[in-house]
């Protein structure tokens, strides 16, 4: 079955109307099953729901396929940012239903939006169905977590994700086989890699690269969705019949296991800061090889060459420590170590996210001596040169290691900082009521100097008090030094040889609690 994906009838620059039209009524001709757009499939904000028109007046012409769309993503200035909020959800929605003119099939969130927790957006798509807006709902570029946690809010009945034989994430991250165990009708979007791999795919599976990456899909039990911007394209898909098993094991291969043998890897797991770095030369001092991005450098996947090629070398002793946070990163070590016959330990180092920052801050200023800045962060590639916003990315993506995830043993540990050496002191927020002598002042002004704001702190702290300052500027976190972030207490602590779990912030609202909870500083609320 397959369906049609309208995207780029409305999103390519050089669309055009007729022709887009044409390759809908074509479509549509030939039986394609489902039909799928989505309000923001436009060039941008001002034209959104473009291609839902165009899709109800096919559908209206030529009845018969059904029709998925999509909310809660905004188009501001011709980028693409979530918004899922429950208000925009049921704004989008309706707006759907008067573009398309159409009973909508299937209603799909869009995307997970960072700044919304997920709950949120999964209980304002099933108030749509609910109020019966729309007969089904569903979920697009989810995570298998998310999935599972959907699963539990809502009668998710179908997801869609990004499965070609060049993105293979959404398989080996589990969450195709978890949505088709339970039923949901499973979609896959980009099924030739993306604009952005163009040519890529034919260069791996030859000239008939187009038809063979759509009959695995269909092998899989997936509904492809192609973007066909031609009529001749329309035509060249229109008798695509699911391939052979052994085509689509190799193309879209199934999660793998490693099987209960001796212990050959062993692969650390946890956010910067959870002392991956540590367990991994202690390892490495009991006899075993470290094989680690950051010293060898290159990618992943060519780092997973090389284990693929120590193991076939006989190699039995070897660590990884590269984050791994999520189960289709992991899932590429344990499908190699599956086809040496090889055991696999995980061990998953569990840190909170407030205090792996805490570790992160560490590091910099141990190798650095200071803070860095917003431009060294940005084209930092170790460790030591992490940037708030790459930290925050990875803390989203984290998908704790589960018992089914294939690991021959996998163990869990809970970390735990050690209290730091050194005197009290007393920290407090430019904004504070002091109720006795302040050590530190830590402070955010935009643009502002130590000098413009002596004066204010001397009256208000007293001559003692030490301004330690964040002067960047607002918008997304470019820095560790900005509140909440733990960067300008523990500078001022390593500086002044203050240990923190002694100490005391005096301040309120929430940036003060996050960063009360990143540093051990007790929060006295002022």
């Keep these: 079955m397959l369906g049609l994906g309208a995207m780029r009838l409305s999103t390519d620059p050089a669309r055009e109307l007729a022709r887009s039209r044409a390759v809908l009524a074509r479509a549509l001709e030939l039986g394609v099953a489902w039909v799928d757009t989505a309000r923001a499939y436009a060039l941008g904000e001002d034209e959104l729901g473009h291609n839902e028109v165009l899709v109800g007046e096919a559908l209206r012409a030529h009845p018969g396929a059904r029709v998925s769309t999509k909310g809660g993503m905004a188009r501001p200035g011709g980028q693409w940012r979530p918004d ?91 969450v195709v086989d978890l949505a088709l165990e339970r039923g949901l009708l499973v979609f896959a979007h980009s099924p030739f890699g993306g604009p952005r791999r163009r040519g890529a795919l034919q260069a791996k599976l030859g000239d008939d690269a187009h038809r063979r990456s ?86 992943l996947d060519s780092l997973h060459r090389r284990l693929d090629e120590r193991l ?73 040169t992490l940037g708030p916003r790459s930290f925050l990315r990875m803390a989203r993506e984290v998908e704790p290691p589960g018992d089914d995830e294939g690991f021959t043993r996998l163990e869990r540990e809970q970390l735990t900082l050690p209290p730091g050496a050194g005197a009290a002191a007393t920290f407090a927020s430019l904004e504070a009521e002091p109720t006795g002598p302040v050590d530190f002042v830590l402070a955010w002004k935009p643009g502002a100097t130590a000098e413009s704001l002596a004066a204010t702190v001397q009256a208000r702290f007293g001559a003692k008090a030490a301004l330690w300052l964040c002067p960047h500027p607002e918008g997304p976190p470019t820095c560790w030094c900005r509140p909440p972030f733990p960067g300008l207490a523990l500078a001022a602590a390593r500086a002044h040889g203050v240990a923190l779990e002694r100490s005391t912030l005096l301040g309120t609202g929430p940036a003060m609690r996050a960063l009360a909870q990143a540093t051990g500083l007790a929060l006295r609320e002022t």
């Design 84 to 174: 899922a909020r429950a208000a925009s959800l049921e704004r989008d929605c309706d707006e759907s239903l008067r573009a398309l003119g159409v009973p909508v099939d299937l209603y799909l969130l869009h995307a997970p939006d960072p700044r919304v927790p997920f709950a949120t957006s999964v209980r304002a798509l099933r108030r749509q169905l609910d109020e019966k807006k729309v007969k089904a709902i569903g979920l697009c570029n989810v995570s298998r977590a998310q999935l599972v946690e959907a699963l539990d809010l809502a009668p998710i009945a179908a997801v869609q994700l990004a499965v070609s034989p060049l993105e293979l994430t959404a398989l080996r991250g589990g």
């Design 214 to 299: 759509l009959a695995a899909l269909l092998g899989r039990g997936l509904i492809p969705l192609p973007g066909p911007t031609r009529l001749e394209t329309v035509e060249s898909l229109a008798d695509v019949a699911p391939a052979a098993q052994v085509d689509v094991e190799r193309l879209l291969p199934r999660p793998r296991r490693a099987p209960a043998a001796p212990i050959a890897v062993t692969l650390l797991m946890g956010l910067p800061g959870s002392g991956k770095t540590t367990a991994a030369k202690a390892l490495v001092n009991s006899g075993l090889e470290r094989l680690n991005r950051d010293e060898a450098g290159g990618t």
């Design 312 to 384: 076939g070398a006989g190699s039995r002793g070897l660590v990884l420590d590269n984050t791994y946070l999520t189960r289709a990163s992991r899932q590429a070590v344990l499908a190699i170590a599956a086809r040496h016959g090889v055991g696999v330990l995980g061990r998953w180092l569990e840190l909170p996210p407030a205090l792996a920052q805490r570790r992160v801050v560490e590091r910099m200023l141990e190798v650095h001596g200071r803070l860095l800045e917003p431009r060294e962060l940005a084209k930092g590639r170790t460790p030591d």
